[in-house]
Structure formats: structure tokens, C-alpha cells
């Protein structure tokens, strides 16, 4: 049984790496640059997207978003609101988007419109890490407002991103959290990649966000 | 290819099931009333049976708790620390307890000093939902700074519990959630089930939430 489990997840696994770098090609032929936002439900993806992409747009770069949910368009309607291209993918019942789920968004999307690509994944910690979508880059964003130790609980996906971002630091003393302890935690497990300590909603350190997207 | 990993889901499936009737067989032969706390990372669930544990004891009910986590011991620790039986799982990369991780729990703890169980979840709306673990009751766990989407977005796993918790509500005007929405939305997956509004912190609502456990 563990057998057939390792191949199946082997078999599974190397074909989303394939679609992935498909997808990859399919951006960079159209001078698109794609980023994953992974992160808990809550943590602000969708509200540091939006705000992104407002500043984006003042300084005449264009984004659009696939927004990834288990089910609804809360999301997708936020960033259609918001003037942006959208793709909506609900995954059912599965805990993260994967490659071939990001192609068919890709294939609705008018990427000669777009230069940035925001893939606000399925809100959840754990499963996304595992899935290649063919982005450039993959932003882990976590809230304060989760507690001061959820980067020792998700050691393998701070690991593995190319930047992170502790969202929400108005509520930091509000919840007990001290974000230098958080940065701390995160420094140890990936010492050469940055966390940015933002508030989405109130526009603080959005600034120094954006410069790592353009 | 699809038609095996249906094969294989049913199979890991059953063989849950099974386990975790065995469990609840376990359970029931110690006197021990289990429940399952689901919910995203940082929704409040520790604070929540740290709490609920110590207003029982002063009933004289005496209460312990799995900790299960991706990584870390970090609410192991706070659940020995305020003197309760404790088992610490850690699952590795899996985004969920199953009933067979449980059953290893279950038989290194004190059966006969605990009254009620907690069993925490790893922080994760998805996937826990699917993997019954042997508990009397499920609870679903959602925090106020999570947003107001939060139920809309997870349908499955609130129609699949027992009741629900709204925890936060003294941050949900910093917010912008307006908690009728959210026990609306509930409401209409779950009809005949309750939503109870805490803050687990200062200790608002819980009074109300512990007579359902005993």
C-alpha cells in the first residue's frame, strides 16, 4: 500500500513539475511574470493584491489574478471590482491549485494585457507548498493576527519560498505577537530570503513589497 | 489513472473509518466524550480549549488533549503547561489528523483521569474534514479577523459539524465583519446546528460553548 502511495505521489508529482514548466513558457512568451501567494485562510493575499495592483497601475504596470478557492468568487469578484483581469478556480474539495488547474485559468486570460500575474492560491499552509504552478516566485503571507509561532508550526513551506511577507503587524501587540520574533523564526529556516512586515489594509509597507515585484 | 486514485481514496477511506470506530469504541469504554476542533491556523483553537479546560475543572471535569501540528510543540506545550494529559502528533507534510495517527495518541494517554478530549486539528479548513477520527462531536473553529467569507468559501466542512465557533469578536468592527453575516451564512448550510460568538481571551461567550460538552 505505502508502495503504490510513493509511486502514485511520484507519478502525480511529476506531471504537475511538467504543466508547470509549460505554464512557465506560456508566461514568459507573453512577458508575463507570475507570482504564487500561498497562506493561510485570512492572512490578507486577497487585500495585498488588491493594493498591489492599484500601485502597479500608477506606475503603468498591469496585473491581473487567478483566484483560487475550495468554492465561491468572494475573491474573483473583489479583483474584478478592482479592474483586473480574474480567472476563478474553485477546487471542490481539493486543498490547493495545482499546474493543470493554472493552465486552463492561463488559456481565459488576456496575457498580452497583463505584465504581472498574481495566483492567489488556496487559503491553507500546507498542501500548496508541494505544487509547482510555474510562477516565478512564490510569496508566503501570514498574518499576525495567527499567532507568533506559525513559522516554527510550517517550517517546510518558509523553506521553500522566495519571500514572505507578516501581514496585519497593526494587530501585532493587539494579539501578544512580536513581529521580531516572527522575522527571527523565519530568518533560521531560510536565511537568505526576506520577510516584509506589512498592513495591506492601511497601506503600510506596501511600498518595499512592490519593489520585490518589479 | 483516475480510476486508481478513486480505488485508492476509497480504500485509505474505509480503512479510516474503520480505525476510527475502533476509537470511538476506546473512547467509549474509558468514559472519555471526544471532540474534534477543526479550523485554519491561528483561528484561536488552542486558547479556546486552554480555556474551556480550566472553567471544567473547576467543575470538577477533568479534560486532556491531542496537539496535532504540520511541525513543532508549540501547543503541546501550553496544554502541559496548564496541566492537562497531552499527546503531541506531528504529521509531517500530511495537512491533516487521521484516525490511525489519533489510535497512537489515544494509547498514550491517561484514559481513566480524562473526562473530555480535545482533539486539535492541524490548521487547515480542507482537508481535515474528510478524515472522521472517532470523536462524539466535531467543531469548527473561525476567527472574526479571518474575514467575513470564511463559511461561504468552506461549505463541506461546516455542513459537516456539529457546531460552530465565531472566535475574535471583539476585533470583528476592526475588521468589518459583521458576525450576523457570518452565523447567516452558517445558517444556511447547517440550519439545525449552532453558531456560538466567543472571545476566547477574555473569556466572552464560552460559558455558553462549554454546556454544550457536558
Redesign the interface.
Known amino acids: 500500500?505505502h508502495k503504490?502511495?510513493i509511486l502514485?505521489e511520484k507519478?502525480i508529482m511529476e506531471a504537475n513539475r511538467r504543466i508547470a514548466e509549460e505554464n512557465r513558457k506560456m508566461l514568459a512568451d507573453h512577458n508575463v511574470r507570475a507570482f504564487d501567494i500561498l497562506g493561510?485562510?485570512?492572512s490578507g493575499k486577497t487585500t495585498l493584491i488588491e493594493k498591489l495592483s492599484i500601485m502597479l497601475r500608477e506606475k503603468g504596470i498591469r496585473s491581473g489574478a487567478i483566484a483560487g478557492?475550495?468554492?465561491?468568487d468572494?475573491d474573483y469578484r473583489r479583483f474584478k471590482q478592482n479592474d483586473m483581469p480574474a480567472v476563478n478556480i474553485n477546487t471542490g474539495?481539493?486543498?490547493h491549485l495545482d499546474a493543470h488547474l493554472v493552465e486552463h485559468a492561463i488559456e481565459k486570460l488576456p496575457l498580452d494585457d497583463i505584465d504581472i500575474l498574481f495566483i492567489e492560491n488556496?487559503?491553507?499552509?500546507?498542501?500548496p507548498g508541494?505544487f509547482l504552478l510555474g510562477s516565478e516566485k512564490r510569496i508566503v503571507v501570514?498574518?499576525a493576527?495567527?499567532?507568533e509561532?506559525?513559522v516554527?508550526?510550517?517550517?517546510?513551506i518558509f523553506a521553500n519560498c522566495d519571500f514572505a511577507v507578516l501581514n496585519?503587524i497593526d494587530?501585532a501587540g493587539?494579539m501578544d505577537v512580536n513581529p521580531k520574533n516572527v522575522v527571527e523564526d523565519f530568518r533560521k529556516i531560510n536565511p537568505h530570503k526576506k520577510m516584509f512586515l506589512t498592513d495591506a489594509k492601511h497601506g503600510e509597507g506596501l511600498k518595499e513589497l512592490m519593489k520585490e515585484l518589479i
Open positions: 500500500m503504490i502511495d502514485m507519478d493561510s485562510i485570512g478557492d475550495v468554492a465561491g468572494d474539495k481539493e486543498c488556496v487559503g491553507n499552509l500546507v498542501c508541494d501570514i498574518s493576527t495567527e499567532g509561532d506559525m516554527r508550526k510550517h517550517p517546510l496585519k494587530l493587539y
